[in-house]
């Protein structure tokens, strides 16, 4: 096919299972970094080597950012996949890329830095005539995010400069609550990120948060692939996601694309990356809310609505070859929704359940997809993400993809560990969920209620 014919994946888990067969397809070698605990891993059995760089520990292994790159080469690995999380967003990968003759595959590293500083991606949305949430620039101390508080209005929202995941973000209900919470979110900013930069947003009560897949090539061909809806989240995390977004007129869907793509042009974008709104249900607005500088967990919704294949794409693009498809000849069809299935317990705060998994049998289903790294017999570790699989369905329109989320579920057997699966079950199966009358913070108020009666019980 010409461009790259070896990949070196630097991820563990569903996502490099998903881009060793993304490497397969294109008939391209796939070598696969591994962590002590991962040796014996399916994706360790997908790819057509297996390395082991350190510990099972992230930070001494699938976070070593030379010991990646110096492993890629004794490879001869011709680039590096990062997948998502872990080095996903750190441009000192790609910058050591570039210095040692490798192909990074996702944005530049100046993009990733750009969009990485929330403050600088702002102003930047700004600037383009993109609303922005009211806010502030960096507030250094309680007094200065007092200041600015007054001004937009309680309750606000404290955020990281250097964020992402909800790390360093806090909710200020209250005057009284402002100068602990800013020393919470500064301090947990700081140890996720060495960087306790802060800034503020005023509280959209009533918001939906909605992102939209880009694509963008070396020749300056830039398209969207439609909107995902994100909004069912547990601090700030997400946990089901659709496409297209129930919330979007057709008005404010042109909108938001255009937004997207003002801000991919803007600054050059290349590969694949989400550009993140909230929408104000109450106002009927939206505002730019970040970008995010990798593949996302939640593509397979985008890939079943459009039949296009994201990881391929970011590939080839990388590989030096133009898009595969026009913004024309990008279509929408059907309605589809992911779960994230997860190994917790939702009853004890969510604690992750590592542990062996005695049964693994998800649905086989027509018009259902399973991302997942999992089998029976295999141990779920303590030192990752607590992921097991995603689950995606496709209808014809949103009742029917919920129709078979719900089938998926009732048809998706773990044992031996807990799973999130009775949760999204009766998500599925809520009234308010299924007309769509829902925001950020409605699994919230969901859990306590669902808690609550299980507590009756």
Request: proline residues 6%.
């Amino acid at each position: 096919m010409g461009g790259i014919t070896s990949v070196f994946i630097a991820n563990r888990g569903e996502i490099a299972l998903r881009i060793i067969r993304a490497c397969k397809e294109l008939e391209i070698a796939s070598v696969l970094a591994v962590s002590e605990a991962d040796r014996n891993s399916l994706p360790a059995r997908a790819a057509d080597r297996a390395v082991c760089i350190g510990p099972p520990q992230p930070i001494g292994s699938y976070l070593k950012v030379k010991t990646i790159v110096m492993a890629a080469l004794g490879t001869n690995s011709e680039a590096i996949h990062p997948g998502y999380g872990f080095l996903a967003e750190q441009p000192e990968l790609g910058e050591l890329c570039a210095q040692h003759g490798l192909i990074f595959i996702g944005p530049k590293p100046d993009n990733i830095r750009k969009m990485g500083d929330k403050l600088l991606a702002r102003n930047m949305a700004k600037d383009l005539g993109i609303p922005v949430i009211p806010g502030s620039e960096l507030v250094r101390d309680p007094r200065e995010a007092m200041h600015v508080a007054e001004q937009v209005g309680f309750p606000v929202l404290l955020k990281a400069a250097a964020g992402g995941g909800g790390k360093g973000m806090k909710t200020v209900n209250g005057p009284g609550d402002l100068e602990t919470t800013f020393q919470e979110a500064a301090a947990e900013a700081r140890s996720a990120f060495g960087d306790d930069r802060l800034y503020l947003e005023h509280f959209i009560p009533n918001a939906r948060h909605v992102e939209v897949q880009i694509l963008a090539d070396h020749f300056g061909n830039a398209i969207h692939l439609f909107e995902r809806d994100c909004s069912l989240q547990r601090r700030y995390q997400k946990m089901v996601e659709e496409a297209p977004s129930p919330a979007l007129n057709d008005r404010m869907r042109e909108q938001v694309y255009d937004a997207a793509l003002s801000i991919v042009k803007h600054i050059g974008y290349l590969n694949a990356g989400t550009i993140e709104f909230i929408l104000d249900q109450d106002q009927g607005r939206f505002y730019f809310l970040e970008m995010n500088t990798r593949i996302q967990v939640e593509h397979p919704v985008t890939e079943m609505i459009t039949g296009l294949d994201i990881v391929k794409e970011q590939i080839t693009i990388a590989g030096g070859q133009p898009l595969s498809v026009t913004q024309e000849e990008v279509s929408r069809n059907g309605h589809a929704i992911e779960c994230r299935i997860n190994a917790e317990l939702p009853e004890a705060d969510f604690r992750p359940c590592p542990g062996q998994i005695a049964q693994w049998n998800p649905p086989n289903m027509k018009h259902v997809r399973v991302d997942s790294h999992c089998y029976t017999g295999y141990f779920v570790p303590p030192y990752y993400d607590s992921l097991l699989a995603k689950l995606i369905t496709k209808g014809d329109d949103r009742p029917q993809a919920i129709g078979l989320m719900e089938d998926a579920l009732a048809n998706f057997t773990v044992r031996g560990v807990d799973t999130t699966i009775p949760l999204y079950d009766s998500i599925m199966k809520n009234q308010e969920y299924r007309n769509g009358k829902i925001n950020t913070r409605w699994v919230e108020h969901f859990l306590k209620r669902e808690l609550g009666k299980n507590a009756e019980n």
